[in-house]
């Protein structure tokens, strides 16, 4: 019982995070964020510097160049980013259990 | 409020850096005291939902947006341990994916937003909940501590453009103040928002107990 109930939580939470990422995104508002326009305002925006180049980055700025349209870039970028992370905790989630099974 | 790389230079990169490295190593340490299958899936959840909230700008006054940075949101449901390494995942994985958030500058960031976020909206939650331990209560240390939480994280933030010589530091510090005063209700709404669903929902979810009231 207890188990089942984990796994709804689970998946609701996933559904939540895909929904938001990939349907609310789209809405987002694209004023520049607090820093960025304390940074405008000040004059120092210009201070920032590409240290690692564009190209070394899986999906730079949240648009996933691969599809043409504005809308699908941001969504595919979200979806992806929810993917990512669900992956790297999954991968915790399989070692724990597996070490654990051997005790 | 992710700083890009060339705001912040060396020596604060690198003690950002050596901080936010010492603070994480200490929170998985801690956390694996009570690592439970139930405990990675929350935090796998709410590291995702996080990210997605993330990515939703809202508009406030003056030509400015602000989205949720989440450490309150971290803290009181999965305990300011875990919920700073979740809001660290986040960030790494902007950083090094969607270029949100200098490589550089990532210490200066986690220190921020998953460590002064996380840890100092805690502290202030758990100020405000030794008032009093009713439902009432417990959705104000909510809200005070999430709204704290940004305007603390923006404070650092200009603290560390200052000490990098970015800008004058007193000017810097009053502006990112002032503006993340205003976002911080934004972080207040969607904070105690989400906790109250969960709290309605799923109170087990909030693995810090606060859930239950005397």
New interface residues.
Partial sequence: MTER??YT??LV??I??????ML??V?????????E???E????IG??????P?SF??????TFRAVGSELWQ?SL??M???L???A???I??LI??AVNKKR | MHIPDGFVDLKTAVFTGVISAGSLAAAIYKVKRYFKTKVIALMGVMSALIFALQMINFSIPGGTSGHLLGGALAAIILGPHAGAIVIAVVLIVQAFVFMDGGVTALGANIFNMAIIGVYGSYFIFWLIRKISKSKVNFFISTAVASWLSVIAASFFAALELGISGTYAMGVTLKAMVLVHMIIGIGEAIITVAVIVFINKVRPDLILTGEGSFE
């Fill in positions: 109930k984990n939580f689970v939470g996933i939540a995070a895909l929904t938001i990422a609310i995104s809405f987002a508002s694209s004023f520049p964020d607090g820093l326009k304390v940074a305002n000040l004059g120092f201070n920032s510097r590409e240290i690692v564009e980055f899986l999906i730079p700025d949240y941001v970028a979200g992806s980013g929810v990512i992370i669900l790297f905790f999954g915790i989630y724990y259990k």
